[in-house]
């Protein structure tokens, strides 16, 4: 028996890595490969190597663990695995900052140096995120641990890049991307991230070449104007095609360009008139193709002004603005200004608005690959969860664009290609060739680059599991069961999972999706560590311990919805596993009195699939509760049932709790298939709480108390607390395998312990009922009290009245119950007859409630309370009758309205008549 039991409070301090040690060390995370059903497999979303434990991932965490730990009770072999993800740039960007600060610039150091820092700081910081992954209890089988950029997985990713290459999926060129002048290399499209910023809508004045007259641009970026290679028009645009052909001079530079006609011009928009830049807009660098325009270049790729801007070179792109809009100014080349919001790309890492720029990168082709991942979506082989994203997903994927994946930094894996010096040939190999294979010359230069982080996490389902191998891993655990990740990556990292899985597999890498929503603080913004706002999770762990934090995300957030969180949610789980301590020690107490035999400690032989219909099936709890109730346990815990209970044993308290208890398992196994993890995890917090704390341990109190009763009563709370460790062990793990291990007939860990399924729903149907009118009655009898302010130390007695004899005996048989949760001294069934006085009277169905107030209540205190109430319903009656008896109201009035103020009248009349006869009552007492 574990020294917790002696707390007087619950505190997880200690406990929680005192079992996720034990946990470890007896290889539970591991699948247990002696179990018959399909395995259930997750890859952990890898965490950035650098990176610390925040909210979000708290959130995803938890739901992956609720989910393993479920699917491992469920006896699936299961498997969980974990890996960290390199991070690219960021990464560079925390190792570049500190050889700045150590005085060390990054280029002049050169590539092997920073990479030798590199891996030192990445070996460091790992401890600290797997560190933390730990706290929050998740059962990953660490043994199979990877990195993206670890020498398996670095070789998965040189042969993926091979293989799409030579496809000819892979291709290199020379076209605009998103490029940071910050970090220096281009980024994806989704790497992205759009602002609305308050701009400005200038409108630039180009004389025509021919003095005939001028044209006006409006622009949002002037300094651009340096790289225009043409202004377009609509060419079915009336008035203005008619100047197709013709030519302008370029202010500030006097350059002559065309007027070409290009639909992507709309006469309706801005001046009808479009400058085109191809180098600097990706609409114009299309419409620069199409025409075949030059592609002048006006920046550096730090975002300065180049030769090519004349005098302005030299100038930062923003001063350039200012200076350029000055210039224009002065030479009356400047037409209107409008104020106008608008979108400005940034890039998400370090917040620098991004340039479109041309530069010469690797491509892979997408169009092709995105086919079979539709096809998946459509036909229902890959879930996504919630469904609304499918429509974002398929809408993205029908408007694919190639995705640029080199990036110009040293950390991540670099571009496995070479090329020849002697013939100019290309190389793209797995392994570091020697000499060309074209010419024989062995003066081959690698590429420089790196490819996007994301080209190595799309591979996550496969790569950790040992591909392009053919292990045995490999073939066992993949497709994986479920990807749990935040929405915003759907594209970056979702969708093309699927796209290499199927490319490189030729299946699904998953069969479904769930998303996370975003974790959110008070006022609704998403936590963020450069807000603010973010609370340390390991400091709430310490706090409040992991499972409140766990219970807490988990409980509260429908699948798919954002999380308002804030400490006070903590609360709530903290609260739940004190309940459930004290619940246990209440128990568990009885036990001990009742001379039970104490734990032993020995190995779980309990099956580990708990199928309630095959174990129960031969016991009908309608003719034998006892011998149900006596496999039920065996089930359960894998132990005899130390004292014998019969079918006479089972009050109905018993019946109700281990009706609800059965409801509870199918309830819980419906939401969990749904993946609806918080109406499960609620569903058993709330049959916990309320019904089994506050009804059954009422209502069995005096039989534990009792020493003639309590050995054979005290079971059926102890089962109770079995199952209800169980269903709630997924999202609570620490405390629910502390507390089996205090229960007696319990063997074994919880965690490998099995999950009961396929409860009976409707077992002890009639009891749940009969019981549910007890707690209805007791309900009013407790709300008569409250209203007639009788102490609660005070018992007092009961008259029900029912109007059907048949009912009576019914009753007769619940009235002990009835009086023991209502504290009362006595009650008394009664058909028909008057009313008793004086008394509070309610009315539960065709059940009549009167709390004789003799002894119980200051009667010249009530005859006030009820004179007072009776003067204002009163009132309430002649307005209600002043109103009716007004034509003009009767007569204008909606009839609607008429006929509300009847019925209001008609209810007042009934209340009076109602307070009148208490008063009456009161006078005859
Ligand atoms: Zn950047
Ligand atoms: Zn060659």
């Not at 663990?65 to 740039?89: C, E, F, K, N």
């Amino acid at each position: 028996m574990s020294e917790t039991r002696n707390m007087a409070q619950y505190s997880p301090e200690g406990l929680e890595e005192r079992w996720y040690d034990r946990w470890e060390n007896a290889g539970l995370f591991a699948p247990d490969e002696d179990l018959p059903g399909a395995p259930f497999v997750i890859t952990l979303p890898p965490p950035n190597v650098t990176g610390i434990l925040h909210m979000g991932h708290c959130l995803g965490n938890a739901i992956q663990d609720t989910l393993i730990r479920w699917a491992r009770m469920r006896g699936q072999p299961t498997l969980w695995v974990p890996g960290t993800d390199h991070a690219s740039i960021a990464t560079e960007q925390v190792v570049t900052r500190q050889m700045a600060a150590d005085g060390i610039d990054k280029r002049a150091a050169g590539r092997e140096a920073f990479l030798e820092r590199a891996w030192v700081w990445k070996e460091k910081t790992h401890s600290r995120i797997t560190q933390q992954i730990r706290r929050l209890g998740c059962s990953l089988d660490w043994k199979r641990e990877a990195f993206t950029m670890d020498e398996a997985r670095n070789r998965a990713v040189t042969e993926a890049f091979v293989r799409l290459k030579e496809k000819g999926l892979i291709y290199r060129d020379v076209y605009l991307v998103n490029w940071c002048p910050h970090c220096l290399t281009a980024i994806s499209d989704d790497e992205v991230e759009y602002q609305e910023l308050q701009g400005h809508y200038w409108h630039l004045i180009y004389p025509l070449a021919d003095g005939s007259g001028q044209v006006t641009v409006a622009t949002t970026r002037p300094e651009t104007m340096f790289g225009d290679t043409a202004v377009a028009v609509h060419p079915s645009d009336p008035e203005r095609s008619r100047l197709i052909g013709k030519t302008v001079l370029l202010p500030l530079t006097g350059r002559e360009i065309p007027i070409i006609g290009d639909h992507h011009a709309d006469p309706e928009k801005g001046t009808g008139f479009v400058k085109i830049t191809p180098a600097h807009d990706p609409n114009d660098f299309q419409v620069g193709r199409r025409h075949d325009l030059p592609q002048v270049i006006c920046m550096t790729p730090e975002g300065v002004m180049n030769e090519s801007a004349g005098k302005f070179a030299g100038l930062d792109r923003y001063a350039c603005r200012e200076a350029v809009v000055a210039a224009l100014g002065d030479e009356g080349l400047l037409g209107k200004v409008e104020a106008q919001e608008h979108q400005v790309g940034h890039h998400d890492r370090c917040g620098t608005i991004i340039e479109p720029y041309l530069s010469r990168q690797w491509f892979l082709r997408m169009d092709q690959l995105a086919q079979p991942a539709v096809k998946a979506v459509a036909d229902g082989e890959v879930m996504l969860y919630p469904e609304r994203w499918i429509g974002v997903f398929n809408n993205w994927m029908t408007n694919i664009r190639d995705w640029c994946i080199s990036r110009q930094l040293w950390w991540g894996h670099r571009i496995p290609v070479w090329y020849c010096d002697g013939c100019g040939g290309e190389i793209a190999a797995v392994e570091a060739p020697t000499a060309c294979p074209d010419c024989g010359g062995e003066a081959l230069r690698r590429d420089e680059d790196v490819l996007d982080t994301w080209f190595s996490s799309w591979l996550w389902t496969f790569s950790p599991l040992g591909w392009p191998e053919a292990t045995a891993d490999l073939k066992r655990y993949h497709p994986t069961s479920v990807l749990v990740t935040a929405a915003d990556i759907i594209f970056f990292w979702v969708a093309r999972m699927m796209m290499a899985s199927y490319e490189f597999l030729g299946e699904k890498p998953f069969g479904e999706v769930l998303f996370t929503g975003i974790v959110r603080d008070d006022d609704g913004r998403k936590m963020s560590k450069s807000l603010g706002n973010s609370p340390d999770p390991i400091d709430l762990i310490d706090k409040y311990g992991a499972d409140a934090l766990r219970c807490s995300l988990v409980m509260l957030t429908p699948t798919g919805q954002d999380i308002f969180f804030s400490e006070a949610t903590l609360e709530v789980g903290r609260n739940f596993c004190n309940k459930i301590f004290q619940a246990t020690k209440l128990v568990l107490g009885t036990w001990d009195e009742a001379g039970l035999p104490a734990r032993e400690e020995a190995p779980a032989t309990a099956p580990r699939i708990l199928d309630l219909q095959k174990a129960l099936g031969a016991h009908d709890w309608h003719d034998d509760a006892g011998a149900w109730f006596t496999e039920l346990w065996e089930a359960v815990f894998g132990t005899p049932l130390p004292a014998n209970v019969g079918d006479e044993d089972l009050e109905l308290a018993d019946r109700w709790v281990l009706g609800r208890l059965m409801r509870t398992v199918a309830d819980y196994e419906d939401a969990m298939g749904r993946r609806r993890l918080n109406d499960a995890s609620y569903g058993v917090f709330n049959f916990f709480r309320h019904e089994f704390c506050d009804w059954y341990l009422e209502a069995v109190k005096s039989r534990m108390r009792d020493a003639d009763a309590r050995a054979v009563a005290v079971q059926v709370p102890v089962l109770v607390l079995g199952v209800a460790y169980k269903l709630l062990h997924p999202v609570m793990p620490f405390i629910t395998e502390e507390l089996w291990s205090w229960l007696p007939p319990a063997r074994g860990f919880l965690m490998v312990s099995s999950l009961p399924e396929n409860a009976g729903a409707e077992t002890f149907a009639a009891d749940q009922e009969r019981f549910g009118r007890v707690m209805e009655i007791v309900t009013v009898i407790r709300n008569l009290r409250n209203e007639l302010d009788v102490a609660p130390g005070r018992r007092g007695r009961v008259l029900l009245r029912v109007p059907d004899p048949d009912q009576v005996d019914d009753l007769r048989e619940d009235a002990a119950e009835i009086t023991l949760l209502s504290k009362l001294e006595e009650v008394t069934v009664v058909c028909g007859g008057d009313d008793p006085a004086p008394a509070g009277t309610g009315v539960c169905g065709t059940v009549e409630v009167f709390l004789l107030m003799a002894g119980l209540v200051d009667l010249d205190k009530e005859r006030q309370r009820l004179t007072k109430e009776l003067d204002k319903v009163r009132g309430w009656i002649k307005g209600c009758e002043a109103k009716l008896a007004n034509e003009k109201f009767t007569a204008n009035a909606p009839a609607e309205v008429v006929r509300k103020q009847e019925e209001l009248l008609a209810e007042n009349r009934a209340t009076a008549e109602t307070l009148a006869q208490r008063l009456m009552a009161l006078a005859e007492g």
